[in-house]
């Protein structure tokens, strides 16, 4: 057999020689023309190929002697192997070995000219070496096929190539090139067509000894395998992208010949123009005068605060008003406590920006979007203004710690003991441009802060409303650049955790500021009335936080100018009226989460827009406008969990996965069905009898359905009742083999049946056997006839057990 | 019986069953306990086709040849093939007449209604060839001139499935005269005891001389009224489908040809006429289908049954027809 194969292996190869091979067509016509093992050369394809691939990297050199040099040293190198390959060929001295090593060096050739080229410190990214190693390949094969597989292999490298050029390239030479590239390449495949057409007759027909598609297939499946298993073992980030290209640094890798890469690290362009031009580059080129306070916005935002009965002075500490380079020291510290009124009226000095002019972004936010930034948490509610309670004491906050990351300090203050509810981290950058504030504006479960260069812990300290911030600054200096790390919350968990137990151990423990995160008016009707309506049926635990958030985001609106001025209690206002600002929301859903006993604590910040992103610095900007207050939720005495009630504003919040999701949904489930349990009860048992009953219901339908289709002629009685009988045989794990007839099946599967069965498929049978295959002159039935026929074997048709049908066939003697 | 009321009429269409019985009846008499083969042999006859008996001597196949000569009324001829047999010992031969100076013609076995061509692949090809144009077109040439078989010529050929050594096979377009091979095999236990018991007491230890049931005329009317029996485009379409199933399965080499499937489609309808039935169901296109086939398929297989079975298996029969007009 073996020998039979290779025979036809050789014999069969399709002739270089044109005259000796057969042709399908008539070889007059053709035998005149170019024979097309010319036109089907890919070596056209493989020329513009390379020279795409020189026009990329024109972009990355420069254009003295050297890069000039380096730019040639190439090409001139395959020329030379090709040719040769070419001498080796005519003194027919070229076996498959020298070939063979012919194409490693090839392959090699590009990164042993980078290497030479390096020593001058001049070089091309890993990525350009790898593609004009393949177009190398693709050139040498393209020159001197040996074999016919060469020649399609040469197309294939050099189109992919010039493909990949495509992506490298920014400049529109490479563009031409590479559509020159396509049109050789559309060639090539028709003249590889036509020239397969013709070689019908001569078909190779070679037994591989080895599967090499199954083992190509098996190995990529492998590899896919592989690098998917190392990305989900890893961390969550994809670190097999790191260091695999060349990179700029930003991640673990730094190559000084890197074209861009993960991080973009620097390579990455900084801006001189204009602050929005750049992303978060450690770079302090610009200065803007325009720098509010918080205060400042809040009151843009949302309208001066004013007091009725004036007995509290408003105590605003607001920074100083001077000008400061971004290196001067701080003169003063704000760390008096504040307000925030929900007594507000239109007005006040609203900043107005011209149409047009720039926006004085407040910073940049790196990282996913929509957020919220954190930059004041209010615990106390006295009398429509939420305050910092005087007697927060920071002792039980955790400490800072240094640690050096790819030798960058991190401040880490996050606990010890990481909750179930933290899902991992995410890291952001956030830059500061005209946010005058020490205060560190974050989202929400900041665990982590570094600085370029800031490696001290006792430059951070925690104010007194547990916030961040940079101790002993006036502000953060203008253009810091802040690389966060926040923990993501595992929605999950949050519905899971079991909060009557969390708000026990909170009320043990004695922390002096409980107090303030659960006081609320006791006598406000319409928001205990909110309380209760939103959370009946609902067990405790992050459900009811759920339900009060859903409650107040459906069934109320917002509207930033139903400030309700004037008013004395606009939170009562608010609740009745069921329209006003965001504080409005986060107030209503604070307090009336305290009245159900947790804890709260109103917070203030900006909310990050998804719309505000830049795509072009791939950051967002947090403009005056975004400021935005929000609450948080204390769970299991540790962690404050943000809650976003406003309509329009969402959290960033870590989605349920797939599995948590169907969790979640059989958790809801079965809260229902302990709820409902004699009608679950019920439906259960009718679902159980149904299914117990099922082959009898569903053969009274068919029956049914088979009876009334046919009615109306013999011909359509016969057929469906043949219908009918087949469907219950599928019906009973008897299904007739579609290569037996249906006499020998019917009357196999009834071998065992009563007698009166057997009459009746055998009368069937016959009936409709010469319905089926009888010449019409002998098909002249009475109708009643037949349907009585039919109708019998309807009634007593049921095929045996599908074990007692001889497996053999019956017609081989 | 209410239900089968309506089907009476219908019976009563197949005519001759009367004799087919008496032939049936006549055969399983020469050969006990091999009614499945009496009713290849019926159909094989009835379809105007040769057998081939793929089977060891001994197992009656003389008898049976005799049997159908002695029941249609016909003369038996019988050739034992041997190496050094000429064409013109079966056909026959021109002899010169020293009284009368002519030449006479002196007709070889195949002038015969039966005849039972003993091991067939033992003689030469020349003389198979000979053979086989007798049986394609029921006459022979010799020396120019042709001489008419007669027209119910039958031919039951066997050869030896053991002994091959010093044999010509068959050519495989050969095979393609004969209308089935068929294996008579040992008879069971009890059949064998009867044939002992009845030979007991008799001088000649075959078995006693077949009654004639019908004669020559008879049978042609049978073959002529078989080659009525109604075959419905539906079950043509299946034995096509049946045929291109051949042709493309992987390990025939050569398929089914539209010769096979004519003969095919013939020993079909004498099947349907042997079940009293003159229309063709795809049950009597399966019966048939291994003898018919085995005969025919050529491949790289050792079991032809298994392939026959695969065959069938996989080409779905014609069950919901497309509309055939209002029954």
Redesign the interface.
Known sequence: MSNATTNRSTTKLPSKNGNTRRRLFSSESLDTQVPLEQLSSPFPLAILGTLTLVLVQVEDSQFDWLGLARLAASPLMLGMICLVASVLAARSRLSQLAHSVLVVISAVTPFAVEQFFRMFGIGFAFELQSIGAIQAVGLFLAWSPKTPQGNVFAGLLSSFSALFCVLLGTSWPVYVSAAFSGIALLWWLMARYWERIQKAHAATNVERKLPWRFLIIAGCMGLTLALAATIRMGSTRLISLAGFMPTSGGQDTFDQYARSGVGDGDALVGGKDDASSFGPVESELFLDSEKPSLYDMYNDMYGEPFKINMRHERKIGLGSDTQMSSNSKATTSQKSSREFSLQRRRGGSQRKYAKGAKVPALLYLVGKTPNHLKMETFDLYEENEWKQSVRLSPKNLPEFRLSRELGKPWIHFSTVEQPDYLRGTSRYVVKIINLKSQRIPAPPGLSAVHIDKVDRENFFGWTADHVVEMSDRDHIPQLTVIHEQASRYGLHSLRMSDFSVSVNRMSRASDPNAEFWSSYPNDHPLLNRLATESTRDIPRGWLQVEAVVKHLRENFQVDSESRYEDSEDPLANFLRERKGPDYLFATSAALALRSLGYQTRFVSGFYVPESNFDAVSRQTTVLPENVHVWLEVRVDGAGWIPVEPTPGFELNIEELSISEAFAFWIVQASRWMQMHWPLVVAIVAGILLAFETRLVWINLLLTLFCWLMGIG???RR??WT??LI?WRSALQGTRR????????WYRQVTATSPENTK??VS?FV??I????????S?????LH??S??CW?LALTFSPQDASAIPTH?T??? | MATLEILKDTEGTCQHQGEIDGLRQALSQALVGKAEVIEFVLASLLARGHILFDDLPGLGKTTLAKAIASAVGGKFGRVQCTPDLLPSDITGFNIFNQKTHEFEFREGPTFSDVLLADEINRTTPRTQSALFEAMAERQVSIDGRSYALSPSFFVLATQNPVESHGTYPLPEAQLDRFSMKLQIGYPDRTNEIELLSASVGRMDTSRPPTQQVINPHQLQLLQQHVATVAVSPVVQGYLVDLARATREHSEIEVGLSPRSLLIWQRVAQAWAHLQRRDFVIPDDVQKVANPVLQVRLVGRFDDSTRIIEEILGSVPVPVFSPARGKG
Do not use: F, M
């Open positions: 002629s013999v011909r016969l057929t043949l219908k087949e083999p579609v290569g037996t007839p249906i006499s020998t009459r009746n009368a016959s009936l056997e010469r319905q089926l295959y009888a010449p019409l002998q098909c002249h039935y009475d006839e037949v009585r026929v019998k066939r017609n081989a003697h």
